[in-house]
């Protein structure tokens, strides 16, 4: 069974950078598939942005232009580069890996204060 685990979230002002890691274990095969989800409190986890393993990217409307993601296929880790974060962007941010099913990680908190 394939494991994420996330890291990088924290509290950050309004118009800094924040870097997410997600390191996946359990998988003897690259992870076509990656990237990241978040929710905000009474609200449905979104789709932040995905990444497959040959590199075709897909950005949520509202982060466009502010996050890049990107991996390392040979350690299975995806990375989401969060600049200009807004106090909108609060939310805990999901990892997800899909092969046969789709992995969850735990969860990180990201904070922006305005």
């Known amino acids: 069974q394939v494991q994420l685990v996330e890291s990088g979230g924290g509290l950050v002002q309004a118009g800094g950078s924040l870097r997410l890691s997600c390191t996946a274990s359990?998988?003897?095969?690259?992870?076509?598939?990656m990237g990241w989800y978040r929710q905000a409190p009474g609200k449905q986890r979104g789709l932040v942005a995905s990444?497959?393993?040959?590199?075709?990217?897909n950005y949520a409307d509202s982060v466009k232009g502010r996050f890049t993601i990107s991996r390392d296929n040979a350690k299975n880790t995806v990375y989401l580069q969060m600049n200009s974060l807004k106090p909108e962007d609060t939310a805990v941010y999901f990892c997800f890996g899909d092969t046969s099913t789709t992995s969850w990680g735990q969860g990180t908190q990201v904070t922006v204060s305005s």
């Open positions: 359990g998988s003897r095969f690259t992870i076509n598939h």
């Open positions: 990444i497959t393993s040959g590199g075709l990217i």
